[in-house]
């Protein structure tokens, strides 16, 4: 399976990303710049964290409307795994490919730490290798993390069980629900505002992310093979 990390101007997780992935799948992924349309060799696409656009207007905002955004919207509809982490959550959101948006933080802060998250679901092909209600300890980093989302769509999130993980101690930014990640209704593109890209190696303080990237990394080869 070829997977691609897009790389949007002001993106800085990008490398973690790509690294990550080297280091858990041993294969080597394509940084792809934000001008390529065409996605359709790809069976997952990562969209990293960073500032895309320096958040200018609003974090995403402006990324949403990139080239690459034609190949993202493309793989979500044939079902192909799309995973959005901090500011590609956020560029998911101002796309439309997962339902919400993304307020400030409530106390106004940048927030850097390890939290911790629980699995909701593990039947998604992000959540595989985990076991239900498990706690995870992964890295934050945003100020720009406060889900919102009226409470029609909270309702319909929790009824179709999207929302895939909550921070499970004090919520860091006031997110509704203590929503940390959710997916879209046919299950296939994620959005998460934790970092499982920096928890693959114990030196960096836990590897909990790890799981998440072999789950992705068997599923998308599952799907390949269909």
Not at 71 to 99: H, T, Y
Request: proline share 5%; net charge negative.
């Amino acid at each position: 399976m070829r997977v691609a990390v897009v790389q949007f101007p002001g993106s800085n997780c990008d490398m973690d990303t790509v690294m990550a992935l080297r280091d858990v799948t041993g294969a080597e992924p394509d940084l792809v710049w934000h001008g390529r349309r065409d996605l359709s060799d790809y069976g997952a696409i990562f969209l990293p964290g960073g500032f895309s656009y320096g958040d200018y207007l609003r974090a995403g905002a402006i990324a949403r409307f990139a080239e690459a955004m034609d190949g993202v919207r493309k793989a979500a509809e044939d079902g192909r795994l799309v995973i959005g982490i901090c500011n590609g959550f956020q560029i998911l959101l101002e796309a439309g490919l997962l339902p919400g948006a993304m307020l400030h933080n409530d106390h106004l802060q940048f927030r850097c730490a390890i939290v911790p998250v629980r699995v909701e679901r593990t039947d998604t092909p992000f959540t595989s290798k985990y076991a239900p209600g498990q706690v995870l300890r992964l890295p934050i980093a945003h100020g720009e993390g406060n889900y919102y989302a009226d409470d029609e769509t909270l309702e319909a999130l929790e009824r179709n069980r999207q929302v895939v993980f909550r921070y499970a101690g004090e919520n860091p930014n006031g997110s509704r629900h203590d929503i940390a990640g959710i997916v879209n209704e046919a299950g296939n593109v994620l959005g998460m505002m934790p970092h499982p890209e920096r928890a693959v190696h114990r030196l960096l303080g836990s590897e909990d992310g790890r799981a998440m990237i072999e789950a992705i990394w068997q599923a998308g080869r599952e799907r390949q093979l269909v």
